[in-house]
């Protein structure tokens, strides 16, 4: 009923930059906060950045001054630009999102992720 679906990810070598799209799809009323999380190999998951409805953001202390979350409401959309990466930021990047549906269902979803690798 509700789907998020990321693109974006891929191969860059280190200090380039890559923007993540995410998009949420199916029956939704509302989307409250989105999120961006990332797990590397053998790590735990870890939050990157979340922005509200508002537009308020907040960044991993890691990734500050590189990275930027921002959202189009009216596209159910939130992205991740990227800049000036690191070895250290390749990972899988999942979007997550808090998600009121029509049939006044809520809960928070996750996308399938997509693979970010930066090679030095």
């Known amino acids: 009923q509700v789907q998020l679906v990321e693109s974006g990810g891929g191969l860059v070598q280190a200090g380039g930059s890559l923007r993540l799209s995410c998009a949420a799809s199916?029956?939704?009323?509302?989307?409250?906060?989105m999120n961006w999380y990332r797990q590397a190999p053998g790590k735990q998951r870890e939050l990157v950045a979340s922005i509200t409805s508002g537009g308020t953001t907040n960044h991993a202390d890691s990734v500050k001054g590189r990275f930027t979350a921002s959202r189009d409401n009216a596209k159910n959309t939130v992205f991740l630009q990227m800049n000036s990466l690191k070895p250290e930021d390749t990972a899988v990047y999942y979007c997550?999102?808090?998600?009121?549906?029509?049939?006044?269902?809520?809960?928070?979803?996750w996308g399938q992720g997509t693979q970010v690798t930066v090679s030095s």
């Open positions: 997550n999102a808090d998600i009121w549906t029509t049939m006044g269902d809520y809960r928070n979803y």
């Open positions: 199916g029956y939704i009323s509302t989307i409250g906060a």
